[in-house]
């Protein structure tokens, strides 16, 4: 079993920045890919960006140049910057860990974009 630890949600005008951490505890295996998707009321789960242990990083076209993932490989952690954040950002952001076969999602942290 693996546990996801996330925060850093919140509330942030148009144009801000906000970072997600997620932490991830228990059976990591050494090989394993941390990303984060997410989802707003009526729309169904998108990805957002993964980080593989290789180094190799992944965006949705709609954040790309605004979020950067990034990973601590010795605190078992991912993280993503999110700046110039729009209204259309705003969703429950899952952090999701993939490694061994296995699946864990983290319990969501809601980040709100408005005025």
């Known amino acids: 079993q693996v546990q996801l630890v996330e925060s850093g949600g919140g509330l942030v005008q148009p144009g801000g920045s906000l970072r997600l951490s997620c932490a991830a505890s228990g059976s990591i295996f050494s090989r394993y890919a941390m990303g984060w998707y997410r989802q707003s009321p009526g729309n169904q789960r998108e990805l957002v960006g993964i980080?593989?242990?290789?180094?190799?990083?992944i965006y949705a076209d709609s954040v790309k140049g605004r979020f950067t993932i990034s990973r601590d490989n010795a605190k078992n952690t991912v993280y993503l910057q999110m700046n110039s954040l729009k209204p259309e950002d705003t969703a429950v952001y899952y952090c999701k860990f993939n490694g061994g076969g296995m699946v864990f999602w983290g319990q969501g942290t809601q980040v709100t974009v408005s005025s």
């Open positions: 980080a593989t242990d290789g180094g190799i990083t």
